[in-house]
């Protein structure tokens, strides 16, 4: 009895390492300029210089450099790997003018996530909305590619 319950105690503490340094393994840390306000989940940032980075798996820590405004965001790993070409980005859906994060890579497919769509934009999103898709470059660049009606 003494040998089975020291072989569970050991499976856990073997358990609880390998969590806790998968967790500590996380090494995304991006920085951009983002020249336009956005929203990311239900969180709104005003435009300037942030900074992504990764505490825990699959939660990306937004900070705005300059006022150390900072939210966590919950990501899934991207689904497709044209979403990770190699480029550092971050990835918006723009409805008219207004800027939803949807993506971050930093171009391996590895660490490019996925953000949930916030309440804003499910609403705004609809079989007749025109979104496009604008990234936001690790060299300040902006790019914008239509989508079309969803």
Known sequence: MKRILSLAAVTIVICLIATASFGQAENLKLRFHVPFPFTAENATFEAGDYEVTEPGHLVLELRNV??????FEHAR????EPKAN????LIFHRYGGTYFLAGVSDGSLASTYDLRPSK???ALASPKAQS???????????????TGPK
């Open 77 to 80: 790993p991207a689904g497709s």
């Open 132 to 146: 496009k898709i604008v990234n936001v470059m690790a060299d300040g660049s902006v790019q914008t590619n239509n």
């Open 66 to 71: 300059a006022t150390q405004a900072a939210a």
């Open 86 to 89: 190699g480029r550092v980005r």
């Open 120 to 122: 804003e934009e499910q």
